[in-house]
């Protein structure tokens, strides 16, 4: 499963981490990752990857597309 901007910042929302905490984690600066939020550039997969893995580690669980679209949630506890 790929991440989608609309994920990454509903992720961040459900965390309620600002960008340059986001950035701090997974390693990867602020502007690239504004830019995709933003739908302004496309990541390298490297990129995509580790941001993922920051937002998974820091609780959250992606939701493949079902039909109804791709999402995000809290893991449970």
């Known amino acids: 499963m790929h991440l989608i901007a609309e994920q990454c ?3 961040r929302a ?5 960008q340059e905490e ?14 995709f939020e933003a739908g302004k550039s496309k ?11 920051a937002l998974e580690s820091a609780g ?6 079902n039909g109804l679209g791709a999402g995000v949630r809290l ?3």
Do not use: Q
């Open 75 to 77: 893991k449970d506890t």
């Open 9 to 11: 910042r509903a992720a």
């Open 22 to 35: 986001l950035a701090e984690l997974s390693g990867v600066s602020r502007v690239p990752l504004a830019n």
């Open 14 to 18: 459900l965390l309620g981490i600002s």
């Open 60 to 65: 959250v669980h992606f939701v493949d597309p």
């Open 43 to 53: 990541p390298y997969a490297r990129t995509l990857h580790a941001i993922k893995d």
